[in-house]
């Protein structure tokens, strides 16, 4: 039977963490839920993962690093496989009863008209309905609207008839996931973890676990909707940040100016944080986590967060902006977009990561297909298919016969490209470039015709 860890003092819980004798499940085992599970199982606490995907947990079970461009991890997997401290499974009836501690790393989409979907959340809280009784923890990993925990979650896990109670059968609390895809080694070693729960002592008891799994410093909140509101602050920060610099990046490609030049002085300035301009904000977490913010404020009487929505729109318009860069470079060599073949380097969210939620490239490319150009990509991450399209072999492949090229993530193979090489290779020598990566100058020199995001006065 599970143990219930509320009715334990520090010592005797220390000494369960001592002999590694806490059992630990986490519900979804996705690109936080993995890295999560391999930090417990590492530490050497028998973990379990749990996931609906099972292609995924065979992969897991098999010795098979599903994470590749998930850098330190793969090491850690080999190492927790052969010990046999990580087991997958789909089946969640079956291990939830044997867990100490369940971590939700779940996945909290928007839907098609940017409200939140819970759907995960809503299926897996029906089943620990059933499956919790002595008192478990439930920590929420995933990102959530502030109040969804105690209004929602903790409601649906009780069960329409209140089978389960709060506090007794079951406790609640979260440790929102802060770690950028990529980087979630790196961000795992040293970034602070905010703890919050329903009641203190169990924010201290997940303090003492995490601390022994991760040891960095944790923050304790005085409740989960303040935690889940510190996570969702620091992303929306970002995003109505891009949208300021986006802004700026048009007004100086008029004003002949360029927007790096510009960051780059101002962030000498001590108190000024710089954030750059790019085709738009995507990937699982800035965008969703702006609407989250706006959907919880839609529950309140007043229109708050008026710069939460205009950020959302400035950045949604980004592929626009740069179909229209690429439209003014292509009429300044008579050529028209429709027909014209255009090479689309990087399609990923953000650079070096294979990702393409919500990327932008996915709308720049939808754009540019409607307009009847013909799309050819290259993606060091995605070497066989990505949006149903077959990707090109090399970065040479997808220029050649192309008429402009648009380079949209900064991945490091892009970085120091042979400018030279890249413009004889084109049919027609176009550079867009969305990164801040070319420099202006070199783009010319090397024969392009170039147009880059914020960079006016070339
Ligand atoms: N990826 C990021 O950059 C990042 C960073 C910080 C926080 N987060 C947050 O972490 C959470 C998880 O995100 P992610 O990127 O790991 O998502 P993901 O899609 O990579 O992983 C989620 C996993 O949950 C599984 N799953 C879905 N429904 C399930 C169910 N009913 N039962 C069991 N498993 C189920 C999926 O199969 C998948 O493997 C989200 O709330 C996200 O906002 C993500």
Redesign the pocket.
């Known amino acids: 039977m599970a143990k219930n860890l509320s009715l334990l003092d520090n010592t005797q819980i220390e000494a369960y963490l001592t002999s590694n004798s806490l059992k630990i499940g986490v519900?979804?085992?996705?690109?936080?839920?993995l890295p999560t599970a391999l930090c417990f199982a590492n530490s050497g606490f028998e973990t379990i993962g749990?996931?609906?995907?099972a292609e995924?947990v065979t992969m897991v079970n098999s010795g098979d690093y599903p994470l590749k461009d998930e850098p330190e991890f793969d090491e850690i997997f080999e190492n927790v496989h052969s010990q046999k401290k990580l087991v997958a499974t789909t089946d969640i009836s079956k291990a939830v009863p044997k867990c100490d501690i369940i971590l939700l790393?779940?996945?909290?989409p928007i839907d098609d008209k940017n409200i939140p979907d819970y759907t995960?959340f809503s299926?897996?809280g029906k089943s620990l309905n059933k499956l919790l009784s002595n008192g478990q923890i439930v920590i929420v990993?995933?990102?959530v609207e502030p109040g969804f925990i105690e209004n929602e979650l903790l409601h649906i896990i009780e069960g329409s008839n209140h089978t389960l109670k709060s506090g007794i059968d079951f406790h609640l609390a979260v440790c929102p996931?802060?770690?950028?895809?990529g980087e979630i080694m790196k961000d795992f070693k040293k970034l602070p973890r905010l703890v919050g729960s329903i009641d203190e002592k169990i924010s201290s008891i997940v303090s003492q676990i995490y601390t022994r799994v991760f040891g960095v410093e944790l923050i304790l909140m005085p409740d989960c909707k303040t935690a889940n509101a510190v996570k969702l602050t620091t992303n929306v920060f970002r995003d109505v940040n891009i949208a300021f610099v986006n802004e700026l990046a048009i007004l100086f490609e008029k004003l002949g100016i360029d927007t790096y030049t510009v960051i780059e002085a101002a962030k000498r300035k001590y108190n000024f944080q710089p954030h750059f301009p790019g085709p738009g904000v995507g990937?699982?977490?800035l965008p969703?986590n702006s609407y989250q913010y706006i959907n919880s404020s839609k529950k309140i009487d007043g229109d708050f967060l008026k710069i939460v929505r205009q950020a959302r729109k400035i950045n949604e318009n980004m592929p626009n902006h740069v179909v229209n860069l690429l439209s003014s470079a292509l009429s300044e060599s008579d050529t028209p977009l429709n027909n014209s073949t255009i090479a689309i380097l990087g399609v990923s969210y953000k650079p070096n990561i294979h990702d393409v939620q919500i990327a932008p490239s996915e709308k720049i490319i939808k754009i540019l297909t409607e307009k009847n150009a013909k799309i050819k990509i290259f993606d060091p991450y995605f070497t066989s298919k990505v949006f149903g399209l077959t990707t090109e072999k090399s970065i040479y492949d997808a220029l050649s016969e192309s008429d402009a090229a648009i380079l949209i993530t900064g991945h490091k193979e892009f970085q120091n490209l042979d400018l030279k090489k890249c413009s004889q290779t084109m049919k027609n020598s176009i550079l867009i470039d969305c990164t801040g990566q070319v420099r202006p100058l070199d783009a010319k020199e090397n024969g392009f015709i170039f147009r880059g995001i914020g960079r006016g006065g070339l």
Request: net charge negative.
């Open positions: 519900i979804g085992i996705g690109r936080i839920g749990i996931d609906i995907n995924l790393s779940l996945p909290t995960a299926h897996v990993e995933s990102t996931e802060t770690a950028n895809p990937g699982p977490c969703v």
